[in-house]
């Protein structure tokens, strides 16, 4: 797979997002902006606060640790380094795994020329179980709800990064599409959304 670069961006919202490969990812706007519509809908109770230590996808064999991500100077994300491809990164501005509201694990679909971390984010199905082993010692399981392929330039930053959620979520993007190569870009997103089912 080629690499290339991660983009988010909406009018409302472009939360910097570093890369999905290559050596950097693009970015957008940094403050959400506020909340979007809320929720409703059955499921474990929330968590107290607890940084992620590790996210596992048996239907994708995913197993990787998952670091913090805070925002570069340029007020782009901070993206887990390109020498690690099996990285998964947390945006540490948001709820951790298992809190109410919409958690964020981001990461590359390749680095270096090799599939990375999220290289088949694209292919989970509703249903599949996401494990976030969290540094309490607790394990937030999440069920798909979907998966959605999405142009950058239509990200959608508030829903993503800001919904208004009376549940646990988590977020999971990379980059997909086909690679462009005069931009050295992917031309689009992959985004599961999932719901915490258990804790």
């Known amino acids: ?17 570093a890369g999905c490969g290559s050596d950097d990812w693009d970015g957008g706007p940094v403050d959400p ?8 809908g059955a499921g474990a109770a929330p968590l107290p606060r607890s940084q992620p230590a590790a996210i596992t996808i ?10 913090e991500l805070g925002l570069q100077p340029d007020g ?16 540490e501005r948001g709820p951790t795994p298992g809190e109410g509201g919409p958690a964020v694990i981001l990461g590359h679909v390749d680095a270096n020329k090799r599939p990375a971390v999220f290289a088949r984010l694209r292919e989970l199905r509703p249903g599949d179980r996401v ?3 969290r540094r309490d010692g607790r394990t937030a399981t999440f069920a798909v709800e979907r998966v959605e392929r999405v142009a950058k330039s239509a990200f959608p930053g508030e829903k993503v990064y800001a919904e208004d959620l009376d549940y646990p979520a988590l977020r999971l993007v990379t980059c ?7 931009s050295g870009h992917y031309v689009d997103n992959i985004i599961a959304y999932t719901r915490m089912v258990q804790n």
């Open 1 to 17: 797979m080629r690499a290339g670069r991660l983009v988010l961006g909406t009018a409302a919202c472009v939360l910097a997002l």
């Open 33 to 40: 902006g506020g909340p979007g519509k809320a929720a409703a």
């Open 58 to 67: 048996p239907r994708i064999g995913v197993s990787a640790p998952v670091t």
């Open 76 to 91: 782009r994300i901070e993206t887990p380094p390109l020498s690690t491809p099996n990285l998964a990164g947390w945006w």
């Open 131 to 133: 494990r976030v082993r």
């Open 176 to 182: 997909g599409g086909s690679f462009d190569p005069g």
